[in-house]
């Protein structure tokens, strides 16, 4: 299974649990913020604005917080200023990765990733050396007990994704970013529920990664996501099912 596909499944996994919910309030908010500075706090003329309040909506985040986040961006609420920055990297095993932050301080930020690649058997890269194998896409993912795959299928390649792949438990969509809208909307217009719909990057290649180095490579974009300025992290490691099972089982 892709890298992608198996880390959003993880991660669709760990977003039910409480301990993550505030941490995920606090880089959406981050992120409403900063797109509202940029594009304007009306979602008709910002369609990063609207994504985001979207994704906000997924993760139950409160209303009033999101209201909050556009006000702060669009200066009717003093706020902090963040910048988007992005770092190349690499994993064990060669795997590599692109990360996004949005931060107050970029020295700050660089500096605690560094570390966390030393300590998780990674490095940093320099710029532009991991980012040119991944491809920005929209990603839209369906629990396969809301539908069956033909039914997310037909409904998806009719609205014009990409491409449609059911793993573990999840159908998986992919889209041009101008897409996303319309093929979310499209599965949505049916009564299916979409787990998640955002912008991704995907990889144009994929490294094979078995027993330490698989570990290994979850341990250290676990750690990656749990850094407060870490926006995204893309990597492109691939883990088998059967490899995937015997982690599970160990935890």
Known sequence: MSGHSKWATIKHKKAAADAKRGQAFT???????????????????????????????????????VENAIKKGTGELPGIVYEENSFDAYGPAGVAMYITTLTDNKNRTTAELRNILSKKNGSMATP???????????????????????????????AGAEDVVSEGELHEITTAISDLPKVKTAIESKGIIVSSAEMTMIPSTYIQVDGANARQVLALMEALEEQEDVQNVYANFDISDEEMAKIAAES
């Open 27 to 65: 880089k959406m908010i981050r992120e409403i913020t900063t797109v509202a500075r940029a594009g304007g706090g009306s979602i008709e003329t910002n369609a990063a604005l609207r994504t985001a309040i979207e994704r906000a909506r997924m993760i139950n985040m409160p209303q009033v917080n």
């Open 128 to 158: 532009g050396s991991t980012s040119f194998l991944f491809t920005k896409k929209g990603f839209i993912t369906v629990e396969k007990a809301k539908a069956s795959e033909d039914q997310i299928m037909e409904i998806a390649l009719d």
